[in-house]
């Protein structure tokens, strides 16, 4: 698994070129179900360790009930440097420079940039890292723990850090022995980390299931979540994932979990063994969970399918208003918006921005106008500028329209 062309480059072609997700045209509408925020929480390996991490922290209104990180990295590691990314931030080449990192999440949590970090006190985390892990060696994994110790609390998180495992995720049934580095990175270590990092964020659960799946597997279409219905330019693949269980479909109350493949992960590069191997979905399918699996995909600037933790795509890639950041929120709204207690219906609105300021849907700063709480750009302070903006959930406005 890599994070950039410089590693594993051998391995890029064949991931462009095969392809095994559905067409988008095939792909559903994201339904809504019976969740509620309280009940949602994210985790990830690799890039989707590092994207899980930045979610958790930037999110913290919306993921409330804790991350799940596997092989990651602390928040703004790369600092939107590649070299930054492939040394410091995942070989250990040098310092991550810690004080200087939090100091500058400690600022984005005090002017909106994402949300309060008080939010994540209540949180739990969930952090491994194995002992033979050569992509992202344990040092960085370290350094996340202390900054999480800084705003969780210790007695919040757990930190497994003894294992012999490669760059994988360790299952207990499923993938390459647990020394291996390769395809499709996921590795039989007789450890359900799966398994343990949900109850560790959701207290105790029932045993899962160990027979056939009774739920179902939905491919989705993720176009809906990009402002311009384009994310194939941006990283995202056009269709993602979930795995719901038969009670969340009839509309019982249910908990949300994402699960973020890492690069070399994707649905285009390993078909559905993330997705169906992972250790999931047994899980949710005895305890009322669904489980969202959206999907990047490879472009020229990203060839490895990674997520953009380190700004190969968009500068704001940390904050609120990064735009896979956006995407991966609104998916989380769509869900929770069949919220018995809150149901909720996406609202949409083709206006001049001078009305979307007016209206309190955006706000102006230094001439530019800028969405109310994802703080995307809208473009400049005028009548004549009309844009889609697009309300998810109560207060928050992104680019884009509810289709």
């Not at 350094?143 to 919040?156: E, I």
């Amino acid at each position: 698994m890599s994070f950039t062309t410089r590693r594993l480059g051998c391995a890029v072609g064949a991931a462009i070129g095969f392809t095994f997700s559905l067409a988008a045209s095939a792909a559903v509408v994201l339904p809504k179900y019976n969740v509620g925020f309280a009940d949602v929480s994210v985790s990830g390996i690799s890039s989707g360790g590092y994207m899980a991490a930045q979610l958790h922290v930037a999110y913290s209104k919306t993921i409330r009930k804790g991350a799940g990180i596997i092989a990651g990295g602390p928040v703004y590691c790369s600092q939107g440097n590649a070299l930054i990314a492939t040394g410091p931030c995942t070989a250990d080449t040098a310092s991550r420079n810690l004080p200087y990192l939090m100091s500058v999440v400690n600022t984005w949590s005090g002017n909106g940039y994402i949300d309060p970090i008080a939010n994540l006190a209540g949180s739990k985390v969930y952090l491994f890292s194995g002992t033979l892990d050569s992509v992202v060696r344990q040092p960085v994994m370290n350094d996340l723990n202390t900054m999480y110790a800084s705003y969780v609390g210790a007695a919040n998180i757990t930190y497994k850090n003894n294992i012999a495992a490669e760059h994988a995720v360790p299952t207990d049934s499923s993938g390459n022995a647990c020394n291996v580095k390769g395809s499709p990175y996921i590795n039989n270590c007789n450890l359900d980390t799966a398994g343990d990092m949900l109850k560790w964020m959701y207290g105790p659960l029932n045993a899962k299931n160990a027979a056939a799946l009774t739920g179902s597997f939905i491919n989705f279409d993720q176009r809906a979540f990009w402002g311009n219905a384009d994310p194939t330019n941006h990283g995202m693949a056009n269709d993602g994932w979930a795995y719901v269980p038969a009670s969340c479909a009839a509309g019982q109350s249910c908990k949300l979990h994402v699960a973020l493949h890492g690069c070399l992960q994707n649905v285009a590069t390993v078909g559905s063994q993330f997705y169906k191997n992972a250790g999931y979905n047994k899980w949710a399918d005895t305890n009322n969970m669904i489980v969202l699996y959206p999907q990047a995909n490879s472009t020229a600037a990203n060839p490895n399918g990674c997520w953009d933790w380190y700004g190969y795509d968009d500068v704001n890639f940390p904050g609120k208003s990064g735009g896979q950041m956006v995407a991966l929120k609104t998916m989380v709204d769509r869900i929770v918006s069949g919220n018995v207690a809150t149901p909720y219906t996406c609202a949409h609105w083709y206006d001049s921005n001078y009305a979307h300021v007016y209206y309190g849907r955006a706000y102006t700063s230094g001439g530019n106008v800028y969405a109310v709480n994802s703080n995307q750009y809208l473009g400049y302070y005028s009548v004549a500028a009309y844009t889609d903006v697009r309300r998810t959930s109560a207060g928050y406005y992104a680019y884009g329209s509810c289709s």
